[in-house]
């Protein structure tokens, strides 16, 4: 009796740990920059490639200016 | 429609976008929502040096017609079309369709000829008595 109630606990909190880290890891936003080209095609830069290593400070500088 | 009247209707339709700038080609300022010439100035600078970065990353001849770059901080966009562009920021986790959706129309409406204004047509003159 007492086995199952031990492994009972150890599933719901397992359960619990894992849902847990699986919904902080997918709220964290990361930065990217979408681009759009005439052609319809689209390219994602996500924040740590070469070309958002470029662009993204770009943006916040830009940001950081319009804000008081 | 003017740029300053585009960029108004811009702002009043959207709740998101906190600062807006449309420019030229060339980087002349057609409009702004920001009382400080130096910030608008600034958001143009960024926003040519994003078109022209992002367009380097592609080897073919397609033209950047709009990116946004998304940080924690905030959002970038940028839309482009015929001669004109404009960028515009908002608060983090925008809606990006929306916002697209709404710097195309401003684009649009800035384009946009005014409407000529309607002329009235004149009263008919009273029919003299016949005598």
Known sequence: MRRKVLAAAGFATGMFAGTFLYRR????????????????????F?????EAERLLPVARRALAATRP | MDAS????D?????????AAVLFD????????????????????GAATALLAGAGE???????VTQLEASTQDGSVFVVRDEGRSVVATTAPDPTVGLVFYDLKSCLHGAAEPEKPKRRRRAAPKAEEPAE
């Open chain 1, 25 to 44: 890891s997918s709220g964290r936003r990361r930065d990217r920059v979408d681009v759009y080209f005439a052609d319809g095609s689209m390219v994602s």
């Open chain 1, 46 to 50: 996500v924040d740590g490639s070469p």
């Open chain 2, 5 to 8: 009247q585009a960029l108004a």
């Open chain 2, 10 to 18: 811009l702002t009043e339709i959207s709740s998101q976008i906190e």
């Open chain 2, 25 to 44: 080609d060339g980087g002349a300022i057609l409009g702004s929502t920001l009382d400080d010439t130096a910030a608008a100035e600034e958001l143009v």
């Open chain 2, 57 to 63: 990353f592609r080897s073919g001849e397609a033209a």
